[in-house]
């Protein structure tokens, strides 16, 4: 089995932060649920627990990093995208300042319902200036997004998960920015995909495979900017078309970045977007939704089927066997 | 344009001591722009003007102005890319840590401020000739690019949670210098306002002093018509911060302001003013002052005519 990791910000970030004294901690009330408990614990005269008042914490954030110290902001990815879009655009987004937004749970990740599902946040974020928008997808990115985003001169949203998740990349293989994972190499299908979305596609590419269907299969962790070659050249060489699979609505995030990258390049194959098709959501299991809102493993078998005009057979026993084996080594192995 | 210190940019070098007359002279400055650009904002000129000159003169412990006294054409927006940008901070001096900072919130105050620097001799005169000028820094309502602005806060209510984070960041380094922040009493409307007060006692932040320019005014007219702030001084204490109310035109009120500090409680200044004050020509709009916009050549000469008797009045 793939290896399971159990909250891995919750002692990474404290470790990171420890030779970092210019990293301070505003959040908003959510201290234990954004994996805060250590670093509280570590560093309390560095850790500001603003209460239920996200405008003013956004404020407060932009005000410290006028004054040179780095704000790391803790919360959910509705209340910084949806609460508080104003005090970031004109606070932190308009004079570029150091403040990074962490924002949990994203999409359907959490059964929170309508109210805690970031399902815009993506679209909001990657239309501001200045801004810099990234997305984890397992233990390692998780861990290495903080260099990505303490390296960047500006301000950064990105997606984290918490809780328990895979390692689908090598911890030695950190999420770099601006870059593509390549998960898996053919010349038929494009598939593109980001955050929780791409564990749940590996459980379809090798049944895919199987039946003969050349998938290049990108992980994509930086959503602004977004110009890496890699992208645009997976794209043009995909001879059936492009899926792209993405844990937020369709309209606005990956979907659309890939698609502005193929009509600004006159890529003209047929894409199909995967993601939330102009709906909410509402509190349920990740699993279950990924299967109602067509995000799951069977649906990309069905995005494919769909350019080829044919049916493949895939059953969802197989499907779920995929579950149980060693989804790394399935990409390793394929990956050259 | 020429951007050297030629003669006429020079900055006024003989500031008055009497900060009554720097407001005299903030009011009749802003009001001749006013004419010239066939409106603006006129009525907070003539709220702000003493408190303006006092914390130029007297309150602020702040550097000489870093700023040319021609400022530069407009460069852009902050970002990563545009390294030459210049801040309007500079024209409140250098950022050390002893000295204090100003932060403007209701940037609709921007033709006040500018007028204040010239006349507090930290922007040339002539400046004003680039007033709302395509490619200048002037603008209506300023950004962080404009003379005396640090930041960008024209959506109300944004600017006291900035300068709380700033003097946060200025006690976690142990800077002695101050914050002093301007807002309006409309920003009582904010609930980002509310946030902020509840957050600066909670953290005991004490090195910044709010100043409220309580003009009771707003675009739809009377402030307590449109959504009542009153009681004000009850309200803001009941945040926990300290509360005092003075007569925002007494400059020895305005110049006591430091006297009331406490430790390890905010400090807010309610500084009640009058919208129309020194600018009785304008007085017949009241309160529909916010936005001073002539309805006739008539009216435009009307308010020529009050200049001029302002300027005579001065000379005797």
Same mark, same amino acid.
């Given at each position: 089995?793939?290896?399971?990791?159990?909250?891995?910000?919750?002692?990474?970030?404290?470790?990171?932060?420890?030779?970092?004294?210019?990293?301070?901690?505003?959040?908003?009330?959510?201290?234990?649920?954004?994996?805060?408990?250590?670093?509280?614990?570590?560093?309390?005269?560095?850790?500001?627990?603003?209460?239920?008042?996200? /405008?003013?914490?956004?404020?407060?954030?932009?005000?410290?990093?006028?004054?040179?110290?780095?704000?790391?902001?803790?919360?959910?990815?509705?209340?910084?995208?949806?609460?508080?879009?104003?005090?970031?655009?004109?606070?932190?987004?308009?004079?570029?300042?150091?403040?990074?937004?962490?924002?949990?749970?994203?999409?359907?990740?959490?059964?929170?319902?309508?109210?805690?599902?970031?399902?815009?946040?993506?679209?909001?974020?990657?239309?501001?200036?200045?801004?810099?928008?990234?997305?984890?997808?397992?233990?390692?990115?998780?861990?290495?997004?903080?260099?990505?985003?303490?390296?960047?001169?500006?301000?950064?949203?990105?997606?984290?998960?918490?809780?328990?998740?895979?390692?689908?990349?090598?911890?030695?293989?950190?999420?770099?920015?601006?870059?593509?994972?390549?998960?898996?190499?053919?010349?038929?299908?494009?598939?593109?995909?980001?955050?929780?979305?791409?564990?749940?596609?590996?459980?379809?590419?090798?049944?895919?495979?199987?039946?003969?269907?050349?998938?290049?299969?990108?992980?994509?962790?930086?959503?602004?900017?977004?110009?890496?070659?890699?992208?645009?050249?997976?794209?043009?060489?995909?001879?059936?078309?492009?899926?792209?699979?993405?844990?937020?609505?369709?309209?606005?995030?990956?979907?659309?970045?890939?698609?502005?990258?193929?009509?600004?390049?006159?890529?003209?194959?047929?894409?199909?977007?995967?993601?939330? /098709?102009?709906?909410?959501?509402?509190?349920?299991?990740?699993?279950?939704?990924?299967?109602?809102?067509?995000?799951?493993?069977?649906?990309?078998?069905?995005?494919?089927?769909?350019?080829?005009?044919?049916?493949?057979?895939?059953?969802?026993?197989?499907?779920?066997?995929?579950?149980?084996?060693?989804?790394?080594?399935?990409?390793?192995?394929?990956?050259? | 344009?020429?951007?050297?210190?030629?003669?006429?940019?020079?900055?006024?070098?003989?500031?008055?001591?009497?900060?009554?007359?720097?407001?005299?002279?903030?009011?009749?400055?802003?009001?001749?722009?006013?004419?010239?650009?066939?409106?603006?904002?006129?009525?907070?000129?003539?709220?702000?003007?003493?408190?303006?000159?006092?914390?130029?003169?007297?309150?602020?412990?702040?550097?000489?102005?870093?700023?040319?006294?021609?400022?530069?054409?407009?460069?852009?927006?902050?970002?990563?890319?545009?390294?030459?940008?210049?801040?309007?901070?500079?024209?409140?001096?250098?950022?050390?840590?002893?000295?204090?900072?100003?932060?403007?919130?209701?940037?609709?105050?921007?033709?006040?401020?500018?007028?204040?620097?010239?006349?507090?001799?930290?922007?040339?005169?002539?400046?004003?000739?680039?007033?709302?000028?395509?490619?200048?820094?002037?603008?209506?309502?300023?950004?962080?690019?404009?003379?005396?602005?640090?930041?960008?806060?024209?959506?109300?209510?944004?600017?006291?949670?900035?300068?709380?984070?700033?003097?946060?960041?200025?006690?976690?380094?142990?800077?002695?210098?101050?914050?002093?922040?301007?807002?309006?009493?409309?920003?009582?409307?904010?609930?980002?306002?509310?946030?902020?007060?509840?957050?600066?006692?909670?953290?005991?932040?004490?090195?910044?002093?709010?100043?409220?320019?309580?003009?009771?005014?707003?675009?739809?007219?009377?402030?307590?018509?449109?959504?009542?702030?009153?009681?004000?001084?009850?309200?803001?204490?009941?945040?926990?911060?300290?509360?005092?109310?003075?007569?925002?035109?007494?400059?020895?009120?305005?110049?006591?302001?430091?006297?009331?500090?406490?430790?390890?409680?905010?400090?807010?200044?309610?500084?009640?003013?009058?919208?129309?004050?020194?600018?009785?020509?304008?007085?017949?709009?009241?309160?529909?002052?916010?936005?001073?916009?002539?309805?006739?050549?008539?009216?435009?000469?009307?308010?020529?005519?009050?200049?001029?008797?302002?300027?005579?009045?001065?000379?005797?």
């Amino acid at each position: 089995m793939i290896e399971a990791v159990s909250r891995p910000h919750h002692t990474n970030f404290p470790d990171w932060a420890a030779e970092k004294p210019e990293v301070v901690v505003l959040t908003g009330d959510l201290t234990r649920p954004c994996e805060l408990g250590l670093f509280r614990d570590r560093f309390p005269e560095r850790t500001f627990s603003m209460g239920m008042a996200e /405008q003013n914490m956004i404020g407060f954030a932009g005000g410290m990093a006028r004054e040179g110290l780095a704000p790391y902001v803790h919360t959910f990815g509705v209340f910084i995208a949806r609460r508080t879009l104003d005090q970031i655009e004109m606070s932190v987004a308009y004079p570029n300042l150091p403040v990074k937004m962490l924002g949990f749970l994203p999409g359907i990740s959490t059964p929170g319902g309508a109210t805690h599902q970031a399902i815009d946040d993506m679209a909001i974020m990657r239309t501001l200036p200045n801004m810099t928008v990234l997305e984890t997808g397992d233990a390692t990115e998780v861990e290495s997004m903080l260099d990505v985003a303490h390296a960047v001169n500006g301000p950064v949203y990105v997606r984290v998960l918490r809780g328990t998740m895979r390692r689908l990349f090598p911890k030695d293989e950190p999420m770099k920015l601006n870059q593509a994972r390549v998960l898996g190499r053919g010349g038929d299908v494009a598939l593109i995909t980001s955050g929780i979305c791409t564990e749940e596609a590996l459980l379809a590419t090798q049944a895919l495979a199987e039946r003969g269907v050349g998938i290049q299969h990108l992980h994509i962790s930086t959503l602004k900017p977004f110009d890496d070659p890699a992208v645009l050249e997976t794209v043009l060489a995909a001879r059936r078309g492009v899926v792209t699979m993405e844990n937020h609505l369709t309209t606005g995030g990956l979907g659309s970045a890939v698609a502005e990258m193929m009509t600004t390049n006159g890529a003209g194959g047929r894409q199909i977007r995967l993601g939330l /098709q102009d709906t909410y959501a509402h509190g349920a299991t990740q699993a279950y939704l990924m299967r109602l809102h067509g995000m799951d493993a069977r649906a990309l078998v069905g995005a494919v089927e769909d350019l080829y005009s044919d049916r493949f057979g895939v059953d969802d026993e197989e499907l779920a066997e995929a579950r149980l084996i060693d989804a790394h080594e399935t990409f390793k192995s394929e990956a050259l | 344009m020429d951007r050297s210190p030629a003669a006429g940019t020079a900055v006024i070098d003989e500031v008055p001591d009497d900060a009554r007359e720097i407001a005299r002279r903030i009011r009749l400055r802003a009001l001749r722009q006013v004419i010239e650009n066939k409106g603006g904002y006129l009525s907070q000129a003539c709220s702000s003007a003493e408190a303006l000159a006092v914390l130029y003169t007297n309150l602020m412990n702040i550097g000489a102005s870093e700023g040319p006294a021609m400022p530069a054409p407009y460069q852009g927006v902050p970002g990563p890319d545009n390294p030459d940008y210049l801040s309007g901070g500079m024209y409140n001096g250098p950022k050390r840590p002893e000295l204090d900072r100003f932060i403007l919130s209701p940037t609709h105050y921007s033709l006040a401020l500018y007028v204040t620097l010239v006349e507090v001799g930290r922007l040339a005169p002539a400046t004003l000739d680039e007033f709302e000028m395509d490619g200048g820094t002037l603008e209506m309502i300023g950004a962080e690019h404009s003379p005396g602005l640090e930041i960008t806060s024209g959506s109300f209510g944004q600017a006291i949670s900035q300068a709380a984070g700033m003097a946060l960041a200025r006690r976690l380094k142990g800077d002695a210098g101050h914050v002093w922040l301007y807002i309006s009493d409309g920003e009582m409307q904010e609930g980002q306002t509310w946030e902020a007060l509840a957050s600066m006692a909670h953290h005991r932040i004490d090195n910044l002093t709010v100043l409220i320019d309580a003009n009771g005014q707003q675009v739809d007219g009377r402030l307590e018509a449109v959504t009542a702030a009153e009681p004000m001084r009850e309200r803001i204490e009941a945040f926990g911060a300290k509360c005092v109310e003075i007569d925002g035109h007494d400059v020895e009120a305005l110049l006591a302001i430091p006297a009331e500090r406490e430790t390890g409680r905010p400090l807010v200044v309610i500084c009640r003013t009058d919208p129309a004050r020194g600018m009785e020509v304008m007085r017949d709009r009241y309160p529909e002052t916010h936005y001073v916009i002539f309805r006739s050549e008539e009216e435009r000469e009307r308010y020529r005519d009050y200049a001029s008797a302002l300027e005579k009045e001065s000379d005797t």
